[in-house]
């Protein structure tokens, strides 16, 4: 065995490299190897048509991570819209997001590391999010009021307190929004939408 002879202290060339074990354990960051778990996670927004029908839809793909420094990402796959009906999917793809040209729209949040790490498996905790909405060629700053909970130790779900507004306007759909109109012949559709989601990110 590779002791000294004298004491029971690792010899040097093993206490060298326990020392450099550690060294890279205490560097690496605290959040790497999370992502996104897209089964258990959803995005949806709520759009109102002809004053006052509401109907929700969501993206049915959806991935992210969280960096080492602490910034998560969702990517949101525009094409996998989701409106119950194949034809307005259809138009939503090509004349709203126009996923062809742009797949897919990018959030990222900077998370608050220390909040995080104190929260315990069942804890619950309020945050308020600033980050950034990069859709089509649009780049917009966006505030989410979460809470997040720990439900295990490799477990972490986000989820809005409360809708995130977004204007057409501002993200650069209005003109998809009244292509929309026009084409289901309707008499107004809300330039304001709500979003909301619920975010499961695992420690892999």
């Known amino acids: 065995m590779n002791r000294c002879t004298r004491c029971a202290l690792p010899a040097p060339s093993t206490l060298r490299r326990l020392m450099l074990a550690a060294v890279l354990l205490a560097g690496a960051p605290a959040w790497a190897n999370w992502s996104l ?21 969501r993206f049915k793909q959806l991935s992210g991570s969280i960096s080492g420094n602490g910034v998560a990402t969702v990517e949101i796959a525009l094409a996998s819209i989701d409106t119950l009906i194949p034809i307005r999917d259809e138009r939503m793809q090509s004349m709203l997001f126009e996923s062809d040209i742009f797949p897919r729209a990018t959030v990222s949040v900077p998370l608050d590391q220390q909040a995080l790490e104190a929260l315990t498996p069942g804890k619950i905790s ?3 999010l600033p980050g950034t909405l990069q859709l089509k060629d649009r780049k917009v700053d966006v505030t989410a009021h979460v809470s997040a909970m720990r439900v295990a130790e490799d ?18 759909l209005e003109k998809g929004v009244e292509k929309l109109r026009e084409v289901a012949g309707l008499p107004s559709i809300s330039q304001a939408v709500p979003v909301s989601f619920l975010l499961t990110f695992v420690q892999q």
């Open 37 to 57: 778990d897209n089964e258990n996670s959803q995005l949806s927004f709520v759009t109102i048509k002809a004053g006052n029908i509401g109907e929700v839809h």
């Open 126 to 128: 309020a945050h308020s």
């Open 155 to 172: 477990i972490i779900v986000v989820a809005t307190r409360q809708p995130i507004l977004l204007s057409a306007g501002t993200v650069g």
